[in-house]
């Protein structure tokens, strides 16, 4: 069964910066896009980040570009997501999803359960 | 990237049919034909159930059924299960590599 496990979520000051990880397994990592998500306490999902299957291009929303940085290791199977400068509305679960597809068309197929991010002095 | 418009709940009896729209604009839902649904139970992780406006994923009951017309995306569920509560989101393609969703409909099975 495809697994995508998220850590590195917290609770963290306003400012400072936080790490989180995607595992992936029993599925082909190495060939699906990879994107991020969030969902604010008692608010909608928001799509947060992408990277292509090899690591060649990545785009962020507005709301999170120039602070977080999403990478992969295809060795490792694991999808990051570096968040800097971070600020009370980043708090939220945040989502580790695969596409599948010929980007954009397809979809999010594979989801995490999500880790808890809580941005708080 | 400003999210797309739902209906904030929606509710029905089981057995019923009920619909969800959901509203964008010409540089997303208006723009591109991929639009995609996702049925989220609290706790658990999301899952696809329309793409592509209206393709259903191997798997997925032909009791969901996806539109779209202009700036607008609609999600029908027919047949209303117990276990079709849940929280339903629209997500749409807004180029350059974004992508956006709709902030959510709670549906009720009453």
């Known amino acids: 069964q495809v697994q995508l496990v998220e850590s590195g979520g917290g609770v963290v000051q306003p400012g400072t910066s936080l790490r989180l990880s995607c595992a992936a397994s029993?599925?082909?990592?190495?060939?699906?896009?990879m994107h991020w998500f969030r969902q604010a306490p008692g608010k909608g999902l928001e799509w947060v980040a992408m990277?292509?299957?090899?690591?060649?291009?990545?785009n962020y929303a507005d709301s999170v570009k120039g602070r977080f940085t999403i990478s992969r290791d295809n060795s490792k199977n694991t999808l990051y997501l570096q968040m800097n400068t971070l600020r009370a509305e980043d708090t939220a679960v945040y989502y580790c999803?695969?596409?599948?597809?010929?980007?954009?068309?397809?979809?999010?197929?594979?989801w995490g359960q999500g880790t808890l991010v809580t941005v708080s002095s | 990237q400003s999210a797309l418009t739902q209906p904030a709940s929606v509710s029905g009896s089981p057995g019923q049919s009920i619909g969800i729209s959901c509203t964008g604009t010409?540089?997303?839902?208006?723009?591109?034909?991929?639009v995609s649904w996702y049925q989220h139970h609290p706790g658990k992780a999301p899952k696809v159930i329309i793409y592509?406006?209206?393709k259903r994923p191997s798997g997925v009951s032909d009791r969901f059924s996806g539109s779209k017309s202009g700036n607008t995306a609609s999600l029908t569920i027919s047949g209303l299960q117990a276990e079709d509560e849940a929280d339903y989101y629209c997500?749409?393609?807004?180029?350059?590599?974004?992508?956006?969703f709709g902030g959510g409909t709670k549906l009720t099975v009453l």
């Open positions: 029993r599925f082909r990592f190495s060939s699906h896009g």
């Open positions: 999803a695969s596409f599948l597809g010929d980007n954009p068309a397809g979809y999010f197929q594979y």
């Open positions: 990277i292509w299957f090899d690591g060649r291009d990545e």
């Open positions: 592509e406006g209206s």
């Open positions: 997500c749409s393609y807004a180029g350059s590599d974004t992508w956006v």
């Open positions: 010409s540089s997303d839902v208006g723009s591109y034909n991929f």
